[in-house]
């Protein structure tokens, strides 16, 4: 069943004001606690609002993996981990022309398959180049991630909804690459959602779109600055429990805050059929700070997630991945530990063949098996929570949290089981330096 994301508010013909789709995450476990400046609620376990006068230094393990909707999930294929002594960034092409303008065919080739959904984990500042660096996810500076989903109802007006959400990480990784800290300070999250969307709106290749985005940049001291815009979002899960979630910004059901591009012609239209149109900034997103420990897992997912697994459901995948992997042990205590083994499961191909019994999913026969980001830690969780999140999405038989907001929030409409949509997830991994 197709469900519509709306651009903008209905006016006196909503027939000609409905276009595009944006879906409400919802679930028993989270609540709408937001308002229109941006500042909401952030959901955390008191224990850990204390901080320690020296912090370890903590270094990231990061990875990304997605599906797109209509596609075999390849986990070997759609999986990739940041290792900062390969390349400076992943999810985006560096390279072509002119920044400001590059081509825009090559950009759409050189781009990951992963449909309207978009990411890109980077270094914030070139303090090192390719291949100077260790296997330390960090590399002595912040680093910058984020996911972001093109609103798709675009492609009815014949706008493809990736180029904005694709175009929107290409510009912040850029930005973060070429931050100077030294003279400007602290790159901080809702500035990179701000200084993408500015280049994006300079961008002449990208004429129309929209996109939510959920943005972080994580520092040494195990500080890790969110923004988020819309209704992709973040979970912090910390030795099998949940001590951070984010809550969706929407200005409805199925209407999440998006920042867009409103060509005149569609101005012009509602201004003569009645209507108004969508058009949130970077400054309304909903800005938290955490505090990351050794051991801990933090998830960025796009909506293609959430309207299919609760925070539950990514608990249990996270734990069992990782106590299958001796990630996480048991205490003598009865309780649960982080393993003295966690930093060497996080360098490639250490998982080996258990990486491939660790999702649900289907391989592409032509995939190369000297790919080694899935068979890491950090890879093997993104791809399993895409897996399971894809073979929810495709399960017709059991309600997803967007199932179930649709029947409570629009009573006269039957909806039931998953929804399939784009899916991507990036997965940061805590892990202290001794």
């Known amino acids: 069943m197709a469900v519509a994301r709306r651009l903008f508010r209905v006016g006196a013909f909503p027939s000609l004001n409905e276009s595009a789709t944006a879906i409400l995450r919802s679930d028993s476990h989270r609540s709408v606690v937001c308002d229109r400046h941006g500042s909401r609620s952030f959901h955390s376990s008191p224990s850990l609002l204390g901080s320690s006068p020296l912090k370890p230094r903590i270094s990231y393990r990061i990875a990304s993996s997605f599906s797109a909707k209509g596609h075999w999930f390849d986990f070997e294929k759609n999986t990739h981990a940041f290792?900062?002594?390969?390349?400076?960034?992943?999810?985006?092409?560096?390279?072509?022309?002119?920044?400001?303008f590059p081509d825009h065919a090559a950009r759409r080739r050189s781009r990951p398959s992963s449909g309207q959904d978009a990411f890109f984990v980077s270094r914030v500042g070139r303090s090192l180049s390719a291949g100077d660096g260790g296997h330390d996810g960090n590399d002595g500076g912040d680093v910058a991630f984020a996911v972001a989903d093109g609103v798709g109802g675009w492609a009815e007006v014949r706008v493809d909804p990736a180029d904005f959400s694709h175009g929107l990480c290409t510009y912040m990784a850029r930005e973060a690459l070429d931050w100077d800290t030294s003279t400007l300070g602290r790159l901080h999250a809702k500035s990179l959602i701000q200084r993408g969307y500015d280049r994006l709106q300079q961008d002449r290749t990208i004429v129309a779109g929209g996109s939510t985005a959920c943005v972080g940049i994580a520092r040494p001291d195990g500080t890790v600055e969110l923004a988020n815009l819309g209704d992709s979002g973040s979970v912090l899960l910390r030795l099998a429990a949940v001590h951070h979630y984010s809550a969706p910004q929407t200005h409805d059901f199925n209407t999440p805050y998006q920042l867009s591009i409103i060509p005149q012609w569609m101005r012009m239209q509602a201004a003569i059929f009645g209507g108004e149109h969508y058009e949130d900034v970077p400054n309304d997103a909903a800005v938290s700070t955490i505090s990351m420990q050794h051991g801990d897992v933090l998830v960025l997912a796009t909506d293609g997630v959430f309207d299919n697994l609760n925070n539950q459901d990514l608990l249990k995948i996270v734990t069992g991945r990782m106590l299958l992997t001796g990630a996480w042990t048991?205490?003598?205590?009865?309780?649960?530990?982080?393993?003295?083994?966690?930093?060497?499961?996080?360098?490639?191909?250490s998982l080996?063949?258990?990486?491939?019994?660790?999702?649900?999913?289907?391989?592409?026969p032509r995939s190369s098996p000297s790919r080694a980001a899935h068979q890491s830690l950090q890879g093997l969780l993104a791809a399993s929570i895409v897996g399971e999140a894809k073979l929810a999405s495709q399960d017709q038989r059991r309600d997803g949290p967007f199932a179930k907001a649709a029947q409570r929030y629009e009573m006269g409409r039957w909806y039931r089981g998953g929804k399939v949509d784009d899916i991507c997830v990036v997965v940061v991994l805590a892990v202290e330096e001794s």
């Not at 290792?83 to 400001?100: E, R, Y």
């Not at 048991?330 to 499961?345: F, N, T």
């Not at 063949?353 to 289907?362: D, F, Q, V």
């Open 330 to 349: 048991g205490s003598p205590k009865g309780g649960i530990e982080v393993s003295a083994e966690l930093e060497k499961l996080t360098r490639p191909g």
């Open 352 to 364: 080996g063949t258990l990486a491939l019994s660790g999702t649900r999913s289907r391989p592409h």
């Open 83 to 100: 290792d900062p002594s390969v390349a400076d960034a992943i999810g985006t092409s560096l390279q072509g022309p002119d920044p400001g």
